[in-house]
């Protein structure tokens, strides 16, 4: 290979080795494609029959090959969820760093799975796109909180790691408020997150719950969506979509709720990993606590 093409650089025995794992995990791709055989086994690997030999291709050389290395190396053959891995890091411009993180949070066994009335209550192919766009559950290993964390502990974590949030909730996520004030008759709500979704053009409710789901989770989320779709939804607007994240919920009390309702709305779990022992949370200094320690080392060391 060397010699066939000396102006190529890295084939190095692991190296080597890697384009040879590349070939296995993705050749069935191109065998498929060139025998024309029935689309539904194309459909196992694509999200659509009708990509060209010459598409697949430049999806999978439209990342680093460093990229593809941490790919084969977590995904163990399992040539579906290597692609899938490959499409979101060319979507979202993943870096290494994150691709990792992703790789190591089954986001691939998360993808899509949240119960969701959407099929329903939106029309093609934005329920598809919508579903798409949901997880289950949701991981929030990246914050830390005392095991006996309230509700208002958890949303002010997420709004401390927003940026990791955003990053979990998916490419297109833009935060629009938190506690967002809307005035329904003569009472005033407040949703606990409202985002905007700039792939589905839509406005995006998000309750958060640290409680197990119940049915009028969603008769309070039905009502906040058609609130914003009143009040704030514009004309080139989608119809807004409801995100329910609870600590635990029951499949068949979720799908039975949500086919009561006729607003859009997903139904998700959430976990977490970092969770600290209650009698510790006392001994742990406050923010305000460290910004006046950080306060004073900095007028020491000015004089």
């Known amino acids: 290979m060397q010699r066939e093409l000396p102006d190529i650089k890295g084939f190095s025995q692991t190296n080597i080795k890697y384009i040879k794992y590349f070939y296995e995990l993705y050749s069935p ?95 093609a192919p934005e329920s598809d796109l919508a579903q798409q766009m949901t997880k289950d559950p ?61 792939k589905l053009h839509c406005y995006v409710v998000l309750e958060v719950k640290v409680e197990k789901f119940d049915f009028s989770n969603v008769g309070q989320l039905g009502g906040y969506i058609v609130a914003v779709n009143h009040q704030l939804k514009g004309e080139n607007d989608n119809p807004t979509i409801g995100l329910l994240v609870c600590k635990y919920k029951d499949s068949v009390e979720a799908q039975y709720a949500l086919e009561s309702s006729t607003q859009p709305i997903g139904v998700s779990a959430y976990r977490l990993s970092k969770l600290i022992p209650e009698q510790f949370k006392s001994s742990l200094p406050s923010i305000e606590e460290l910004e006046s320690v950080l306060e004073n080392d900095k007028s020491i060391s000015d004089k």
């Open 29 to 123: 791709l191109f065998e498929i494609r060139q025998q024309v055989v029935d689309e539904f086994a194309l459909q196992k690997y694509l999200p659509t029959a009708d990509i060209s030999t010459q598409q697949i291709a430049e999806t999978l050389f439209s990342i680093p090959w460093g990229h593809h290395v941490q790919i084969i190396n977590r995904c163990k053959g399992n040539m579906p969820k290597a692609l899938f891995f490959v499409r979101k890091t060319r979507e979202n411009n993943w870096s290494r760093a994150v691709l990792l993180n992703f790789l190591d949070t089954d986001l691939y066994e998360r993808a899509g799975k949240a119960i969701t009335n959407f099929n329903v209550s939106l029309p």
């Open 138 to 198: 949701y991981c929030f290993d990246f914050l830390t909180l005392s095991q006996q964390y309230s509700e208002k502990e958890l949303k002010d974590a997420l709004m401390t790691n927003i940026q990791k949030f955003l990053l979990e909730l998916g490419n297109g996520f833009a935060f629009v408020g938190r506690e967002v004030r809307i005035e329904v008759g003569e009472s005033e709500k407040f949703i606990d997150m409202l985002f905007y979704n700039i």
